[in-house]
């Protein structure tokens, strides 16, 4: 998997955002009672960072285990398929989690310098849920991927 | 008077009786199938794959009884392996009773036990293999899916040294790994030091800087073939078992990553490509449908042992079984980077039929030899069969249940659904050799604890979703948590959260009421810091007391749904 070798854009409040997230779930142990964001909040935020085109399936690559080894750093890669050009090249890139108490993970931005949009990270999640990713592309058009992520309990392999 | 005639049969009686099969199976096996139909075989094309998977450490031939209940879901269900009984039976044209039936099927098991005997054992499968390298020797490869260095009480206390002595031994080729990693990271790495094969494990990278930890990639050159494998460990390791013990390795299925080897590998000129792998079988079925240019897929985890080589998307995918029950045979004719003919055997390792190897004969009674009292340590009887293989409880779980719950005074009791742990026959003894068959991890604490009604729901939805969970790729691979105390219904086919249903505390009958407390007994918690006792004293104590074990036919779990 990549590591930020396209250093997109990664804000301090985003980064904020996350470990609010994170520092809120914090040692509420196996099954934390938080309630989780309810899909219209998930469907808000995502209108709040893309706007109101319709999304569009394909494009998006998202590099995410099937079952987290741990809720609390999941690693998360993404691409999307672009020439990255001037006339052509990926604006943002936005990380929802639907089970999570605060949905929104984190605000990814590119320029045609990017070369290419590529990013990883990590995040926590609360307990399985389904990962969101939308990319705004340069001539408004919108991208959208979801990857169901497992968070179990664990412990009998055979 | 007695004539020769009754006193063979008297002999064969007392054997019996003696709770030792072994001489009176002797003489059935040999009647009906010999060393040399084991290894009959047309050899074809220019290259062997000789495939053993999740040994779990069985130096010895032991009894070891396949699942009467494993069931598919979603879009494998009904589909190998995913059949068991007679319905394996009929599918494969496997005549009853036969050798045949008795090893792949839980039919009439402990009748046919009695007259086919203990099946595997390393001095055996050795003898195999080298009558097979002897005549192919430039042709050969010995592979090992993995799961070799646990199960047994011997290598519990090598930690896993006897096994590494054994594999290189054995000549071994190449291997992959799940139980391995529980040894931890420090112990692993000295064992590597020792293992004179390649350890392969492309989807295994350190969390701090997202590298592979081990090659992923090994080249063999047989029968003129340039052979690329590729290994693949258990991607939920860190999941399934103690994450504490390997803090700083990542696994997981990484599809992208196999598909990457592989297309290294036919880049480096490789003209076959095998995946030798952890997976589960369910799982290589999805990838192999996904990843293209595999041409074998030597699966292993899930424990299946299957007769034919089933095809997905031009890729052989193979079953060998567990605990050295089987060796499999795959020759195989490679034509322009491709496999044009292939024919293929599953060799069941009928221990009385087999010459042991005299080398690993010796190999094994020597790393025996310093533990052979505490080994041969008589604890009870057993009137029944136990055996614990299966997707719900089997009869050695519920002593296991049984155990937890009279000497930790609990409740109700978790066992973990693990798949390996040899079976004993009805009039056997049990020694202290065969808890640690059941029982040998190195997380052993037996835990007493308190869980509310609601918990334990979570608990046995979150296992039956690893089981049951319609795509492969969430499945973990183990079986259903086994319960004591306490009888529930299961839909294998409903939703995550929705399989569990009717959970009763079986001593009054009464609903599990999600609100109360209930104490809890268990073992194997994946949890660091987790106190108690190691369940091999738990169970070996409670079988002390009993002196005579017998379990009924567990009733208390109804699987309802389509």
């Not at chain 2, 994946?526 to 004293?537: C, H, M, S």
């Amino acid at each position: 998997m990549t590591r930020m070798d396209s250093s997109p854009h990664v804000t301090r409040r985003h980064v904020l955002v996350l470990t609010g997230a994170a520092a809120v779930a914090a040692g509420t142990g196996l099954l934390p009672s938080i309630a989780a964001a309810d899909k219209a909040a998930v469907e808000a935020a995502i209108k709040k960072a893309v706007g109101d085109a319709s999304t569009m399936s394909g494009r998006i690559t998202l590099d995410l285990p099937q079952i987290a080894e741990n809720g609390n750093t999941v690693p998360i890669g993404i691409e999307v398929d672009s020439p990255m050009t001037e006339s052509d090249y990926v604006k943002s890139v936005h990380i929802f989690a639907e089970g999570n108490p605060n949905p929104e993970v984190a605000s990814l931005h590119f320029t045609p310098a990017n070369g290419v949009a590529k990013a990883s990270t990590r995040m926590r999640l609360l307990r399985t849920q389904n990962v969101v990713a939308v990319a705004k592309m340069s001539d408004g058009s919108v991208y959208r991927e979801t990857v169901e992520v497992k968070v179990t309990i664990g412990g009998c392999g055979g | 008077m007695f004539t020769r005639r009754d006193f063979f049969t008297l002999a064969a009686a007392t054997a019996t009786l003696l709770g030792d099969a072994g001489r009176a199976a002797r003489g059935a096996i040999r009647q009906e199938i010999t060393q040399d139909d084991l290894l009959r075989f047309d050899p074809l094309g220019q290259v062997t794959l000789l495939h053993i998977t999740d040994i779990h450490a069985q130096l010895v031939p032991l009894y070891f009884r396949e699942p009467s209940v494993n069931l598919g879901v979603g879009e494998v269900h009904g589909l190998p392996p995913h059949i068991t009984g007679q319905d394996f039976l009929r599918r494969f044209a496997i005549p009853a009773p036969s050798p045949d039936a008795y090893a792949l099927t839980s039919v009439d098991f402990a009748a046919l036990a009695k007259n086919y005997g203990r099946v595997g054992g390393l001095d055996r499968l050795a003898t195999l293999v080298k009558a097979i390298r002897a005549q192919r020797p430039a042709n050969t490869l010995f592979l090992d899916s993995g799961d070799t260095w646990q199960g047994s009480y011997t290598s519990l206390e090598t930690q896993g040294a006897d096994m590494v002595q054994a594999m290189n031994a054995m000549a071994t080729d190449a291997m992959t790994a799940h139980w391995e990693f529980t040894y931890g990271t420090e112990r692993v790495q000295e064992l590597l030091e020792q293992l004179e094969f390649p350890f392969l494990a492309g989807n295994v990278r350190d969390t701090e800087w997202d590298e592979p930890v081990f090659d992923g990639i090994a080249y063999f050159e047989r029968g003129g073939v340039k052979i690329g494998v590729v290994g693949q460990a258990f991607p939920y390791t860190p999941v399934a078992n103690p994450r504490y013990k390997i803090p700083t390795w990542s696994f997981g299925i990484q599809e992208n990553r196999v598909r990457e080897l592989v297309e290294e590998a036919r880049a480096e000129g490789a003209e076959l490509v095998v995946l030798l792998s952890h997976n589960g079988f369910d799982v290589d079925r999805k990838l192999a449908g996904r990843v293209d240019g595999i041409d074998v897929i030597l699966t292993g985890h899930t424990h299946d042992a299957l007769p034919v080589a089933l095809e997905e998307n031009g890729t052989l995918l193979i079953a060998s079984g567990s605990h050295g029950k089987f060796l499999s045979r795959l020759d195989l004719d490679v034509r322009n980077g491709k496999v044009a003919n292939y024919r293929y055997r599953l060799i069941p390792v009928f221990a009385d039929a087999i010459k042991p190897d005299p080398e690993i004969a010796a190999l094994i009674k020597e790393i025996r030899a310093p533990h052979e009292s505490t080994l041969s340590k008589v604890l009870g009887k057993t009137e029944s069969l136990l055996y614990r293989r299966g997707n719900f409880n089997g009869t050695f779980d519920d002593l296991i249940c049984n155990a937890l719950i009279e000497e930790r005074d609990a409740e109700i009791a978790l066992s973990p659904g693990f798949r390996w742990g040899a079976s004993l026959l009805p009039g056997q003894e049990i020694t202290l050799e065969d808890v640690y068959n059941q029982t040998s991890i190195t997380y052993p604490a037996a835990y007493r604890t308190e869980f509310t009604g609601d918990f334990l729901k979570v608990v046995l939805e979150d296992v039956a979703d690893n089981l049951f969970n319609p795509d492969p790729y969430y499945q973990q691979g183990g079986d259903m948590v086994r319960v004591g105390g306490m009888s529930y219904a299961i839909d294998p086919s409903a939703k995550m959260g929705q399989r569990i249903s009717d959970m009763r505390l079986l001593k009054t009958g009464d609903p599990i009421d999600p609100a109360k407390n209930y104490v809890v007994a268990g073992w194997a918690s994946v949890n660091e810091g987790t106190d108690g006792p190691p369940i091999w004293d738990v169970v070996s104590k409670h079988i002390s007391q009993k002196q005579v074990i017998a379990i009924p036919e567990n009733k208390n779990i109804r699987v309802v749904g389509g």
